[in-house]
């Protein structure tokens, strides 16, 4: 008797083996029609898998994550049937299933077009109506090689003679068309659908490395229903409408170059914006209890060593010789104390130097140690995107040194503090996800357990719901990570608590219990903007560039439709950078159409116009950003109302109370 169990906990009884299939069709044939693949005890396997004991299970369909994902995996086996009967010749590398789609890199001595990818997408569909049977095959691994290199495969036998000798290999075949894979994929081509479509063409070096062949790559997304995918291509339109690049340039708030890759140039507006949030943060931090700290740049490579960050990120490390100056023949020469000094990637060891000095007691914690540093990372020249991605970033970081029985309290406090910020700015939707230990980790598996247990009973008591991201924590500690959702439905990874209590004993920091002992401290690792440039470059995108009041560079234009208010608008715009706000005059002599085009395209959010009439009334024509109403208003009235409008949302209602 094989016992299957639902997750719903219930158990079904079945007196011989069976596969996917029938099992499915044992619970109704409602559900056989639309199963694509099984759960099998956590692992998806194919349909026709055989079921021989007992075990949890689940079908799979395509309205669950699994099949979205088993859908996006096949998509990239259809594309590349399809490549290869369009173009004869091409030879397929790589091919993965990835967030919203799918890509496979080829091999192919001429460029792909644009226009090749609807000839490519209709061959798809072609052969989704061909309804071929996907089957999977055990292949010998060196009959796998030799078969690969008949063919001219070089690239999947490069791939095969990666894998041990001896080792049996996995092939499956839809109709005549095969590949390598491991699996597992849809029963056969029809169940894809026809929801999907291929969206760019891009260059991708074989095995990530410069020195290989070039290969193109070819990006695709495909959905479980017309209408889902249909949402998602708007979302992208939305998206590119919103490219914080774009609007970048246009607002004139920074630029990038070749010459600075991966770093910022702030221009005075973006400037303004990055100021602006840097003070909001730091005032709801002082609010809170935070003292604010400033640690070096540069630090000997020991304490990397130390922390156990050398070992896991020295490749995204700038790394310098720590030198002193030598004769004119030496040049300079090693000072033999520190052969390597690296920029900071991160806080954290220099934290933990500053808690160091001089003896802590257990009535000096909690301390919440923040700092707006400045950190530097080597990524990869193809990785780096505008704010979103760059070498150079000030963190909105701060480390809590604690006691274990304060884990709970000092999380509650974290979080109750990030939902008050994320709700200043305009962000309610929130995912939180615990991610756990990875394969690679330092500490024991007892203390990671330990700290595991601590932040989700913390999280637990805070009362908010939260999703198990298994194996994405930290080398060093389990996290919880923020996902934000903006305007148009992207998630973005924002904040971050880690709970550690391995950095603490590396590095030494201690306090004196209550008994008179000494203690390692629990350290906790916070973020709540993450990267100042980062977080600048989502609400760019999600806002469009129409920034809240009191973060726009600038709050209001005081401009003129003719010369005779210029005198009354100079005056006007006087009082109101009086009144704290940010404000350009503009009494150029243009058509008041085109200034005010001009200051939309700014993205300013409000415009106020005097004529002469105005400027005899002591009013002002406001127009807001976005609205084609214009409303005639006193100017004192408008003064105080844009004054409290600007006012950032910190300081206009209750501070967070500090604990």
């Not at 049937?81 to 590398?93: C, D, H, I, K, R």
């Not at 699996?183 to 026809?194: R, Y």
């Not at 002002?620 to 109302?641: E, F, H, N, P, Y």
């Amino acid at each position: 008797m094989i016992k299957l169990t639902l997750p719903d906990g219930s158990v079904r009884e079945h007196d011989a083996p069976l596969d996917g299939l029938a099992f499915a069709e044992s619970i109704a044939k409602s559900l056989a029609k639309k199963a694509i693949a099984i759960k099998l005890n956590g692992e998806v396997k194919d349909l026709n898998t055989l079921i021989d004991k007992d075990a949890s299970i689940e079908v799979v369909t395509v309205a669950t994550p699994d099949g979205l994902e088993l859908l996006r995996h096949d998509a990239a086996h259809v594309m590349a049937e399809a490549v290869q009967e369009l173009f004869p010749g091409t030879q397929v590398t790589i091919g993965p299933a990835i967030e919203n789609g799918f890509f496979y890199d080829f091999s192919r001595a001429e460029p792909f077009r644009p226009e090749d990818l609807e000839k490519i997408e209709e061959r798809m569909r072609q052969i989704v109506d061909r309804n071929e049977v996907i089957t999977r095959e055990v292949w010998k691994r060196d009959d796998a090689i030799a078969y690969f290199k008949s063919i001219g495969e070089h690239y999947k036998a490069e791939i095969i003679g990666g894998i041990p000798a001896g080792e049996e290999v996995s092939v499956y075949k839809q109709g005549n068309w095969l590949d390598l894979c491991r699996g597992p994929h849809l029963p056969s081509t029809n169940k894809l659908g026809k929801a999907f479509k291929l969206t760019k063409l891009a260059g991708a070096y074989w095995r990530g490395d410069s020195r290989n062949e070039m290969l193109q790559r070819i990006y695709g997304t495909v959905w479980a229903t017309d209408a889902e995918l249909k949402a998602y291509l708007t979302m992208i339109e939305e998206a590119e409408k919103r490219d914080h690049r774009k609007i970048g340039r246009e607002m004139d708030l920074y630029h990038f170059q070749e010459e600075a890759q991966g770093s910022v140039f702030w221009h005075p507006k973006g400037y303004t914006i990055f100021n602006q949030l840097e003070a909001y943060i730091r005032r709801r931090l002082d609010a809170s209890g935070y003292v604010e700290v400033k640690t070096p740049q540069l630090m000997a490579s020991k304490f990397w060593e130390q922390s156990g960050h050398w070992g896991k990120y020295r490749e995204n490390m700038f790394v310098v010789p720590d030198e002193v100056p030598g004769t004119e023949d030496e040049g300079p020469v090693l000072t033999g104390k520190s052969d390597l000094m690296a920029l900071k990637p991160m806080n954290c060891p220099a934290h933990v130097q500053i808690f160091n000095q001089g003896i802590k007691s257990y009535r000096d914690l909690p301390i919440r140690m923040a700092e707006f540093g400045c950190c530097h990372r080597n990524e990869a020249h193809g990785a780096l995107h505008g704010l979103m991605r760059v070498r150079q970033m000030t963190q909105d970081d701060a480390h809590i040194f604690c006691t274990e029985e304060q884990i709970q309290s000092e999380t509650e406090h974290f979080v109750n503090l990030l939902y008050a910020v994320y709700q200043d700015m305009g962000f309610a939707d929130v995912v939180i996800k615990l991610a756990t230990r990875p394969e690679k980790f330092g500490g024991t598996i007892e203390r990671w357990d330990a700290a595991e247990k601590a932040l989700g009973d913390a999280l637990r008591a805070t009362g908010h719901d939260f999703i198990i991201a298994e194996g994405e924590g930290a080398f060093y500690a389990p996290k919880l990570e923020f996902h934000l959702k903006d305007a148009i439905g992207r998630s973005w990874q924002v904040g971050t608590l880690q709970l550690d209590y391995v950095l603490p004993e590396r590095l030494g920091a201690t306090y004196v219990a209550e008994d008179g002992s000494r203690k390692f401290a629990v350290m906790l690792h916070r973020a709540i903007l993450g990267t100042l440039e980062r977080f600048i470059g989502i609400l760019i995108e999600s806002s469009a560039g129409k920034l809240p009041m009191w973060l726009a560079p600038v709050q209001v234009v005081m401009t003129t439709i003719t010369s005779d208010a210029d005198e009354y608008a100079t005056q006007a715009a006087a009082a109101l950078r009086a009144a704290g706000l940010r404000v350009v005059l503009d009494v150029r002599n243009e058509k008041i159409n085109y200034k005010v085009r001009e200051h939309s395209v700014g993205k300013v959010p409000v415009i106020l116009v005097a004529g002469k009439r105005e400027a005899e009334e002591g009013t002002v024509s406001m127009r807001r950003l976005g609205s084609q109403d214009q409303t005639v208003v006193k100017l004192t009235d408008i003064i105080k109302a844009l004054s409290a409008e600007a006012t950032p949302p910190d300081l206009a209602a209750p501070k967070v109370a500090a604990e």
